[in-house]
């Protein structure tokens, strides 16, 4: 045992010592753990403090939040419930308003984008700065880490030190100077030897080279307003390969800051996009204002091509994202435009309805459901031969954007498919020649074909699942047989003909059965063996005509056609149902009715493949029966 006078003897000596090992021991500290120290500790200790603070005030926040949903739930558990029930109603009772925006620009429409400066582009030199300290605070910690190892390379990881910092300089120098020589020019002309430049340096993602490339491709798009820009272009060349780099470049120099992680997966939550914001906007409006009017396929469908991944940045801009639909519907509905770029159009539009995304975690896909339909309805007013091929093409290409969610098109189809309900109930109401000619127009017929299209792809009975979009079936069904009940008379078969053919594209894409053999028998029936007069016109077109022109009524031209597609309809609508079970039941009354129309058409050039047909019906018949 120690005494205590021992014991107070000993414990100064004791302290002392441990004293004296401290202080040896911080005297071999490094020099760069004493320098990071003096100049770096109470940075790194304030920001942890505040960090701390802030993780206090969120957790308190969620904390207040949960304890007063829990209060309300517990307290008024009636009243919620009373409360959510209109909600739900309001919800399913959708704003029809909604579903009839403008989608269209006009020639000497502006586009509604919000303004950009060339300033804005000095964002990536944050970037650059940002980029700069953060090298740095690296190249600091691996010293540390050498340093610990290797106390005798004290001396020379201060002289790389020096060095870097002189090198920061020298670039911030060198930056200034560039500035100035920026501001003494107006306007300076882009060369093929500065673009090809800024090219290969593009290509390394350079952050400098890409400001001047969206500097001068700025000047390009926005070339019709008077106002001063840093370069300019006057050279074709230089202009076609500046837009072409731009545009190759930006995605891979946005990608490059904007990297998701498992907490930012959208962009606006990304690290840099405050230094990026502005400069993405500026890319983006002028990719819009571009867009707009060009006129040549090829540079069209390379902007489209490389402006694909960036489509998910559009999403945090709600002005740029709807100026770009329009632009995108309205080059969609180019009829100057080749079917190719329509085509390269069309899958931007889909690429933007899946992959823009809002702030609030929301798509795009309604409003692209909504342009689609809404300018298809706007250019099918008039089918000429110039014009078909475009309207086939959307009639193709639209209703497969409605595929991609199946809920959300069944809203859309709900509202759209109503209105021509509405719009017909109204006509046969008013029971007048305006009426007639209100619902008898191309317009309402391309309407019904279009919902005919996107019912056939979406409820498919080959996927094997109960799509939404069945439920307007019947409705639509019900409209499209009302209009040929509407006004059956001989000057419209060419529309009858148009809506037979929606109905059997529709029974062969849901299998459900439709009764359409009686309107399709009444495409060929009148006074056969009648003399026609012989004419020089061309062969009549169905898909150009609702209504018989007067000088092919009472030609042999027009009563060929009329059999021809008589019998084409027949075997396309009962080849729908040729593998069925219940083939043939319905098959034996369409085979009396043939025979009897054999008999009145003996000695007629429409006999012998009339009789063709009557045995292909008869031959399916026994094979079902048989199996």
Known sequence: MISVTKFKHWLPNFIAKRRKITELKMAKAKK????????????????????????????????????????????????EATEAQPETSNAEQANVEDYFCNFSIGSEESLDLSDDEEEDVNGLDLLEAVEDEEMEEKDDSEKEEEEEEEEEEDDDDDDDEDEVFVSDDEEEESGDEDDDEMEDDDSQAVTMEMLSNWSTLAKSKSVDSFKHLLMAFRSIARSDEESTFTYRVSNHKVYKKLVRVTLKSAYPIFSQHLFFTKKAKHPAKTKNWRRLEKVVRLFLNNCVRFLR?????????????HLEPCTLYFGCFPKAARE????????????????????????????????????????????????????????????????????????EEGPDLYTLDQKVSAQHAQVYIHQLSSHLKSAKKQHTAESFKSVYTWQFVSCLDFWANVIGNTCNPDIGTTSPMLSQLQPLVDVSLQTLKMNPVGQFLPLRVHIIRSLIGLIDGTGYFVPLSPFIFEIFSGDVKSKMEPTDLPAFEWDLYLRTPKEYTQTKIYQDAKYQVFYDSIIDFYACFGLSIAFPELAIPVLSKLKEDQKDLKGTRFSKSLRTLIDKVWIILVLIDRN
């Not at 342009?371 to 298809?376: A, D, Q, R, S």
Request: net charge positive.
């Open 293 to 305: 009017d060009l006129d040549q396929d090829d540079m069209l469908q390379y902007i489209l091509t």
């Open 324 to 395: 770009y639909l329009r632009v995108l519907l309205d080059r969609w509905s180019d009829n100057g435009l080749s079917s190719e770029s329509r085509a390269r159009c069309y899958q931007s539009i889909k690429q933007f309805a899946t992959t823009a995304i809002d702030t609030e975690k929301n798509s795009y896909l309604s409003h692209c459901l909504k342009g689609v339909y809404l300018v298809f309805a706007k250019h099918a007013t008039k089918v000429t031969e110039s014009t078909l091929p475009m309207i086939q093409q959307m009639l």
């Open 32 to 79: 760069a753990t004493v320098k990071f120290q003096k100049n770096k500790l109470k940075g790194t200790l304030e920001r942890r403090k505040k960090y701390t603070k802030f993780r206090q005030q969120v957790n308190r926040r969620k904390e207040r939040r949960n304890r007063n949903q829990e209060n309300g739930k517990a307290a008024n558990p009636k009243e």
